[in-house]
């Protein structure tokens, strides 16, 4: 009786009903696909303070797949079309970003959200390729790269296509501005900024069993990680920033182990890979 009454009273007051618990965040898988390699990269392009400026190596163009929760989740884009990629850092073994995904089993039309980390063109220069997908990108970097970098004295740091298409994206009702520093993006995905590689640069971490941080160019190589040392930051001066966002990744992931760094082949090493595809969790 007791028991009906209550149910009987919950059912006419439901704001006195106990607060529900969030379902438990997916456990999301997550792929490191290499759609192309940077040959002979200059290391100081990469660590502008590094102790052997003349050591050249080559870097990989990489985008990472997230899968889990009904989602199917881009973490950048790569690039494709004429852009420096080709003309100035001379890409070698190349595949489109859209029939790189293939290789993971994924169409195109299946990927239904796109996180951008900044507006480089290595990193946003596909949003085309994947017409359905919502894209999350930090508000102050849309704000600065749709307006204030084209004015005099700013630094329009992404291709005008590239911006161009970011716009119509948004008109069609497909961009989420994150507004600032630890958001959750999608259930289990945090985004962080204060790296300033571009304007506001963001990365992500990815929680489960085990957490990864995925960090774009924020953190070029493992080399910013061991050695401490920043990348090149968007005024080329905030480097104690870059450096103290690098070590909040380590914090973040639990270990540098599990911080995974934009341009460095190493992932293909650290992790089971199978061709372009690096399983990373």
């Known amino acids: 009786m007791v028991a009906t009454f209550l149910s009987l009273l919950l059912s006419l ?10 379902p438990p965040a997916p456990e999301y898988t997550i792929q490191a696909i290499r759609f192309g390699i940077l040959p002979n990269v200059k290391i100081t392009t990469l660590l502008p303070l590094a102790k052997d400026p003349d050591t050249h190596l080559d870097i990989g163009v990489i985008v990472w ?8 989740i881009l973490f950048d884009t790569g690039y494709h079309r004429q852009s420096p990629g080709f003309e100035q850092w001379h890409t070698q073994d190349y595949v489109r970003p859209d029939e790189a995904v293939k290789l993971a089993g994924v169409q195109p039309d299946d990927i239904t959200d796109i996180i951008v980390s900044h507006v480089h063109w290595d990193h946003m220069g596909s949003l085309d390729l994947f017409p ?6 930090q508000k102050d970097e ?10 005099p004295g700013g630094k329009p740091a992404a291709q005008k296509e590239d911006a161009l298409l970011l716009v119509q994206r948004m008109l069609d009702k497909k961009v989420n501005l994150v507004d600032g520093d630890d958001r959750e ?5 945090r985004a962080y900024t204060g790296a300033r590689h571009t304007f506001a640069s963001q990365y992500i971490l990815v929680q489960g ?14 080399r910013n990680i ?6 090149a930051t968007f005024d080329r001066t905030d480097y104690v920033s870059n450096v103290a966002a690098i070590a909040r990744m380590v ?11 934009g341009h460095d082949l190493l992932q293909f090493k650290k992790f089971p890979t199978e061709g372009r595809i690096a399983k990373i969790k």
């Open 251 to 261: 914090k973040l992931a639990g270990d540098a182990d599990h911080v995974i760094p």
């Open 142 to 151: 849309y704000n600065y790269y749709t307006s204030t970098a084209w004015q």
């Open 226 to 231: 061991e050695d401490k040392t920043p990348i």
């Open 132 to 137: 359905k997908a919502t894209v999350w990108i």
């Open 185 to 189: 993006i999608l259930p289990g995905i």
């Open 209 to 222: 069993h085990p957490s990864f941080v995925l960090a774009s160019d924020n953190c070029y190589m493992y």
């Open 65 to 72: 797949l997230i899968r889990g929760g009904g989602k199917t």
């Open 13 to 22: 007051f439901p704001a006195f009903a106990p607060p529900q618990a969030a």
